[in-house]
């Protein structure tokens, strides 16, 4: 009896593996096709400045529309993206669309807000990356200095020419680095140093432990001071307390995003929500 359970269960196994890894090749499949197809939204998440409330700029988001009308969210598409090398096709037309939707508000009101994005540290593996961003930003009267791009800490930069010379132009373009999800991964002094990153963002996983106690604070303003130290701005992702917004408020931390302050967007909601207090 026990042998035939355990048949079974290996049949019922084998199906199993065969229906996520079908899944799986029609999702690959899909996401080949996403640009063409156009399927791909962004939603806007804003920055507001911890010390008066300002809005002061937002982060574009990738979303993949579905047939049936909803949305994919980025984290179950990005790796799979990563893995099979459409990672580039994708962010470069997250930075073609941005800079496109935002250009108009980011010119009305030169200088106070800015355009963040995500990109995979493979796009500054691929050569002329720095070049493409400064044609994005001129075919939309932008200055560098209005686009942050940021790096998730997830993933390892890997150190090479093409990617030094990136950064290199980048930086002398005046567009703002930034290390996402700070603490999830290859964080290391080292890293900080080596690159020129302006601002840092706290992982939410930190934030969202604020309430919990002593030692996830003492982290906090451990890194607050850290960023400081070394020239930085800081902003604390996944804001969803008001208890978190005060303690990273009074600990010093520039900007927060998240949920409480206002949730990501179509461009036109965030844009109705300038002017207005956070979380109104
Ligand atoms: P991220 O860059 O760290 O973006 C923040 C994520 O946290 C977003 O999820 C946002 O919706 C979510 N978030 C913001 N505030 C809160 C909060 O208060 N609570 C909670 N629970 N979540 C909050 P999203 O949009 O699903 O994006 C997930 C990740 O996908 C991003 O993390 C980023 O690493 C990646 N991603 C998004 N768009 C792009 C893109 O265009 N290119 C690349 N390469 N990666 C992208
Ligand atoms: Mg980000
Ligand atoms: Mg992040
Ligand atoms: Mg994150």
């Given at each position: 009896k026990a042998k035939e359970q355990g048949r079974n269960r290996c049949h019922y196994f084998t199906e199993d593996i065969n229906e996520a890894l079908l899944e799986r090749l029609e999702l690959e499949a899909n996401l080949r096709y996403v640009i063409v197809r156009n399927q791909l939204i962004l939603h806007y998440q804003p920055i507001y400045?911890?010390?008066?409330?300002?809005?002061i700029g937002f982060e574009a988001l990738v979303r993949w529309r579905q047939r049936d009308g909803s949305l994919r969210m980025p984290g179950s598409f990005i790796p799979l993206a990563e893995e099979i090398g459409i990672i580039e096709d994708i962010d470069s037309w997250v930075l073609a669309t941005a800079c496109q939707e935002v250009a108009n508000t980011l010119n009305e009101r030169r200088g106070e807000l800015r355009l963040a994005l995500n990109i995979s540290p493979?796009?500054?593996?691929?050569?002329?990356y720095a070049e493409f961003v400064r044609e994005q930003l001129s075919r939309n009267q932008?200055?560098?200095?209005q686009l942050e791009l940021e790096i998730t800490e997830r993933v390892l930069v890997e150190d090479t020419q093409t990617t030094r010379e990136n950064l290199e132009a980048l930086g002398e373009m005046g567009v703002r680095l930034s290390i996402d999800?700070?603490?999830?991964?290859?964080?290391s002094l080292g890293y900080l140093q080596k690159y020129p990153f302006q601002t840092l963002k706290i992982d939410r996983s930190f934030v969202c432990n604020i309430?919990?106690?002593e030692s996830a604070q003492r982290l906090i303003e451990t890194i607050i001071t850290l960023a400081h130290g070394l020239g930085m701005e800081v902003v604390a992702e996944g804001i969803e307390l008001e208890q978190e917004r005060e303690f990273l408020a009074s600990s010093g931390c520039d900007q927060g995003q998240g949920f409480m302050l206002a949730k990501p967007a179509r461009l036109s909601q965030v844009l109705a929500l300038l002017g207005a207090p956070a979380g109104e």
């Open positions: 400045s911890l010390g008066t409330g300002d809005m493979k796009q500054l593996e691929s050569p002329g932008l200055s560098p200095a999800d700070f603490g999830t991964g290859y964080s309430s919990g106690g």
